[in-house]
């Protein structure tokens, strides 16, 4: 089945306009009702957390009308981490799990995430059934059967007391001093709480969200921010997380920023190490550096890649038996501790070797030298293909071409915005920047 609605990450849009409306989100509460109901029970349970977006309301409301039209029980978390939507899935034992985000988009933006009961996103398969109920008549239940909706207040406490579980027993983070960026998004009460109860001095940014403010110039799509505020109080370590908490990059003591990639470096060495590394490998994308891959050689482990996508890298996971995987952006996903992304959590295993080891942030979040790589996106016009035309396809040939044995190039469309990608790497950074400038240019004359 063809999928329309759905990207890599569930649906995503502007706010207000297609898919991201009042009457669509309705459609999807309702399709996903129907899917979940399919096996007779009579009374079934979801629960909906959201980031701290102004349009959270409207598709909160619209999403709990569908899936209480079809008989399912709603139960509305408020702001939380989208981590804590999935734990909270199957600690609550309910038979959907839905997270409104945008993640690192700015304000205008929405999305819809869904989990099933196991706590995981949704398969591609199920999805695109989803997509074919909502698509077709949607047939609400008898009046006796509707469900109900209530908010529950506990939720994020039940997420934070798990996430302190996560922390090595016996260990505290008195005498740290952390800056915790929280983007103004759905971690902004969470994350500076945990860390505190941990012992750690922590100093707050991007903790005032107005519904407009998420990731707008703090997050960790501008760890600047973060990095400013380490430099200024002198602090041990920032973290930046983004708008729904499943991605982190870290700030070491001088600013310097260290990405995904270094981030799964350090826990794929130190796991190894202890004996908890599953299968002896870590997943990752095609977008993560060359030099994740030569190091981890060095430590006699394998790099298994996937296409891009936090829920591609988990299903690798799963299929594999790994428990270790992620993403260069900071999506760290450990199926030990969660079923997705979790940049706190990931963030605390920093911590953890920091306490365990006494080794400042910048020694073990510079595991590796990156080989050279650049990254530009160019947005593209609705109904263009880019990739389709002659001219760009014949120009990334030849930078493959060119780069052969010594570096690669990714071109690929973006799965939540209207995005052609352009990575490459290699070692001459001349003819890194020059392949990769050839290939925007050609790309911006067919968008």
């Avoid at 898919?19 to 109901?37: H, I, K, S």
């Avoid at 990752?284 to 591609?312: C, F, H, I, K, P």
Wanted: hydrophobic content about 40%; proline content about 4%.
């Amino acid at each position: 089945m063809s999928r329309k609605l759905f990207g890599t990450d569930g649906v995503r849009g502007r706010a207000n306009s297609f898919p991201m409306t009042a009457e669509m989100a309705l459609r999807l509460g309702a399709a996903a009702g129907r899917y979940f109901r399919r096996d007779g029970r009579n009374r079934h349970r979801v629960v909906i957390g959201k980031d701290t977006r102004l349009s959270g309301y409207m598709l909160e409301n619209a999403l709990t009308a569908g899936l209480t039209s079809t008989g399912m029980n709603v139960l509305l978390l408020g702001p939380v981490p989208t981590p804590a939507v999935g734990f909270l899935t199957r600690s609550m034992r309910a038979d959907l799990g839905i997270m409104i985000s945008a993640s690192h988009n700015p304000a205008e933006d929405n999305g819809i995430k869904f989990f099933g009961p196991d706590g995981f996103k949704l398969s591609d398969e199920a999805e695109a059934e989803i997509e074919s109920i909502v698509a077709g008549e949607l047939q609400p239940v008898q009046p006796a059967e509707i469900g109900r909706a209530k908010r529950i207040e506990d939720g994020r406490g039940r997420y934070m007391e798990y996430a302190k579980t996560t922390f090595p027993a016996g260990l505290r983070l008195d005498g740290l001093k952390v800056v915790l960026d929280c983007a103004n998004g759905a971690a902004y009460r969470a994350a500076p709480d945990v860390l505190w109860e941990l012992g750690a001095d922590v100093i707050p940014i991007g903790v005032k969200p107005d519904g407009f403010n998420i990731n707008d110039g703090v997050g960790s799509t501008h760890p600047q921010a973060c990095a400013e505020a380490v430099r200024a109080h002198g602090a041990d370590l920032g973290i930046s997380l983004d708008g729904d908490a499943d991605r982190v990059v870290i700030v070491d003591q001088t600013g310097r920023v260290a990405d995904g990639d270094q981030i799964m470096a350090l826990l794929a060495g130190r796991w190894a190490e202890q004996g908890r590394l599953s299968g002896g490998a870590l997943v990752a994308t095609v977008m993560s550096n060359l030099g994740l891959e030569r190091y981890l050689g060095t430590r006699g482990l394998r790099l298994e890649r996937t296409q891009v996508g936090d829920r591609y890298v988990v299903e690798r996971m799963r299929e594999g038996g790994f428990n270790l995987g992620g993403e260069q952006s900071g999506h760290i996903v450990m199926t030990d501790y969660a079923t997705t992304g979790d940049g706190l959590v990931a963030a605390m295993q920093v911590l953890g070797a920091m306490a365990e080891t006494g080794r400042t942030a910048s020694d073990l979040v510079s595991q590796f030298e990156p080989v050279p790589q650049m990254l530009k996106n160019v947005r593209f016009a609705a109904g263009a293909d880019p990739l389709a035309a002659e001219p760009v396809r014949r120009t990334i040939a030849d930078a493959e071409a060119r780069l052969a044995g010594s570096g690669r190039v990714l071109i690929r469309k973006s799965g939540t915005e209207p995005l052609i990608r352009v990575m490459a790497e290699a070692e001459d950074e001349t003819v890194l920047r020059e392949v990769v400038d050839g290939i925007v240019a050609a790309v911006e004359r067919a968008a």
